[in-house]
């Protein structure tokens, strides 16, 4: 079974509610899409969004990647000869880590199906269901409230609630999200690079103080500043997630040896794919160090490769894997159910998405 062609499309789909973070604001999906045909005719897909300000990735850049590179080194290539195709896979470019997701999905997908089994079941197959939480975009303190009440109505019983851009306001902010929503409901914080190292410590000492029960704080200061990380880590009980610090296994390893955070986020279009994302989660288990699998703003094809995965692997404790519910629609069909929190893995072979928009041939 060997790859014979790989192309790309294009997806727009348009979210329920903008999202924002200290970082950006968005009003749609708006994704590159892969395919991979082998010469039996059976397909693989792959997506990517082009998360400019985290990854470097535009959609010309992705799309440039995998046409004028990837394809090209990768086509001929047997299918069952995985690990030669991956490693081709990292060497034929540099970086480009979304478009490297977009196309090691979309092989993980084929291969899954020439094995006949639904993709969490090859990579680890732990279990088939996986509990994610859903985002609280930045907004006014009144809004904010509403989406969560709105969230935990729509059935989700964990909350991650975008900060960073006020300081202490944020505490206040938490703190009205906890009383509404009350204690039952968990609640992660992400800064997104929002704070420095001091602001972070004087922020979570106060959402301490305030018993605000944070189930952890992802990414409190600038992903490069791995010793403000560490000062925030060694001074909080709250546990600090790692998120734009981690890129590749190397950025784990460094982060884990010097202890500079508690928790790692895994996103494919960080690792580049599931082959890379495998062994941050090997690296972590080494460690004992739990892992959350998260997602860019995605659709249901990419978000569904990071589903397989973290149900596919006991170290990935939390998943953060909400693109479908951001979406106001799904174009697709086949695949993993998602039902508010609860996302349902497909026991058909692969991915298990039959139908996408633009690849109908
Ligand atoms: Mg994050």
Redo the contacts with the bound molecule.
Sequence with gaps: MKIAKIETGSIQIPLVTPFK?SLRTATHVDDILVRVTADTGETGFGEAPPTAVITGDTKGSIRAAIEEFIAPSLVGYDIEDLDGIMARLSSCIQKNTSAKAAVDMAIYDLYAKRLGLPLYKVLGGRSNTVETDITISVDTTSKMVSDSLKAVKDGFNIL?VKVGKEGLKDVERIAKIREAVGPEIQIRV?A?QGWNAKDAVRIITALEDRNLDIDLV??PVPAHDLAGMKYVTERVYTPI?A??SVFTAEDAITIIQERAADLI?IKLMKTGGIYQALKICSIAEIYGVECMM?CMLESKIAVSAGAHLAGAKGIITRA?LDGPGLCSIDPYEGGPEYNAGTILLNETPGLGITHVPGFED
């Design positions: 973070t991650k992400d997104n992802e990414q997630l998120d734009e986020n998260g953060d």
